[in-house]
């Protein structure tokens, strides 16, 4: 598969729209070799502020030293920004020769009788091979939609997870109640993790204090009042 072709198979899968659910992507990263294993991540979800943070946070694991995967949707100037490993997207011939390969694994996933991955599913396992390849110490992921069925929800417990705030976003599909949608963003809070929650989020706290409850999570609500310049 060239850049060309490449191209059209992504703008083929974008037809295909968005399916929420954890099965399709996780036969297809079975298939894949289950990349997603033998990497460490910190989780983003949230409505607004989930890029800001992406970027605060890969900036500062790379100051410290270490190589650092970032996935983030939208992009801005090219499909390639979406994966990156330190300051460069994935290089053109990478992006060809993973999207093969997953293009291999759908057209049999399809044969045996599964959905035809989308393109959020089949870009999220590429990201995930390819920061396997680059051995990254950190991966910053940003769920696409909610994150109790976002197709990054697949990983275990991340080293953190991050929910910044929370508004009426995809009401459709998350719920019409802030209360709701922050029940489907807070469910990428993990047995045993720890999660970061923006501190102005007090009207669904009660909602991320249950679900921390309940997975014996830990806690940490962010205080701009206590912020100091170090």
Do not use: W
């Not at 968005?18 to 399709?24: A, D, Y």
């Not at 289950?34 to 946070?57: C, Y």
């Not at 705030?165 to 719920?175: A, M, R």
Request: charged share 25%.
């Amino acid at each position: 598969m060239n850049e060309k072709e490449a191209m059209e198979y992504i703008a083929y899968l974008n037809t295909l729209g968005s399916k929420p659910g954890l099965t399709v992507i996780r036969e297809l990263l079975r298939r894949a070799g289950d990349p997603q294993k033998e990497l460490a991540f910190i989780h983003i979800a949230g409505t607004n502020g989930k890029g800001s943070v992406s970027a605060f946070l890969s900036n500062i694991l790379m100051a410290a030293g270490y190589r650092v995967g970032r996935y983030n949707s939208p992009t801005i100037r090219t499909y390639r920004e979406r994966i990156c490993v330190n300051k460069s997207m994935i290089s053109k011939t990478a992006l060809c020769r993973l999207l093969t390969q997953l293009k291999t694994c759908c057209d049999e996933m399809v044969a045996d009788g599964f959905a035809h991955p989308t393109s959020f599913e089949v870009e999220t396992v590429l990201g995930f091979l390819y920061y396997k390849e680059k051995n990254c110490d950190m991966v910053v992921l940003e769920t696409g939609m909610g994150g109790r069925l976002d197709s990054t929800n697949v990983i275990r417990t991340p080293e953190a997870a991050v929910i910044t705030s929370i508004g009426l976003d995809h009401t459709k599909e998350l719920g019409d109640t802030l209360e709701k949608i922050a029940g489907e963003k807070g469910g990428i809070i993990k047995t045993g993790g720890t999660v970061i929650v923006d501190g102005s989020n007090t009207a669904v706290m009660p909602v991320f204090e249950k679900i921390c409850q309940k997975t014996g999570a830990l806690l940490v609500t962010s205080a701009p009042e206590q912020i100091r310049n170090v």
